[in-house]
């Protein structure tokens, strides 16, 4: 009686670790994927901005025959931006942001303030930088 005690005690030791491991097993299978996820989120999204960066560069070269084009390059990115920050918790990711953030911001106020053809180097290079740090 005791052996089939022991037995019995030992058999459902070893199915409680067998679950207990593939309960651990699938969350970390799961948590790598959210992470794939985000990074494949990151890397579109970035791609999604470095077009809209060539689109704000030809908006510059063509904006005294068509300024609302440079204001809705501005705003792709900053919908863009938005997207990006609101699916990553990675330091490097949102730093990047930020400052793609503060160079479209800059870009607008020059814009703003009667630039006709500002800057965007500051822009292209934040732009650079994000798919950098988003690239797995």
């Known amino acids: 009686m ?3 005690r022991s037995r019995s005690r030992s058999r459902r030791t070893a199915i409680a670790a067998a679950a ?5 097993l699938t969350a970390a299978l799961t ?3 959210d992470a794939v996820d985000k990074a494949l989120d990151c890397v ?21 025959s068509d300024p609302a084009r440079l204001q809705e390059s501005l705003d792709s990115i900053e919908k863009n931006l938005d997207k990006i920050g609101d699916k990553t ?8 942001v930020d400052d793609l953030g503060k160079a479209v911001g ?7 303030n009667g ?15 994000l798919t950098k740090v988003c690239t797995p």
Do not use: F, K, W, Y
């Open 2 to 4: 005791a052996a089939t």
């Open 20 to 24: 207990l491991a593939a309960t651990a």
């Open 31 to 33: 948590t790598g994927c």
């Open 44 to 64: 579109q999204t970035a791609d999604a901005i470095a077009d809209s960066v060539t689109e704000l560069q030809q908006a510059v070269e063509n904006a005294s």
């Open 89 to 96: 918790d990675n330091a490097d990711v949102n730093q990047a």
């Open 106 to 112: 800059n870009v607008r106020t020059a814009v703003e």
């Open 115 to 129: 630039d006709a053809t500002p800057d965007i180097s500051p822009v292209t290079d934040a732009a650079g930088e």
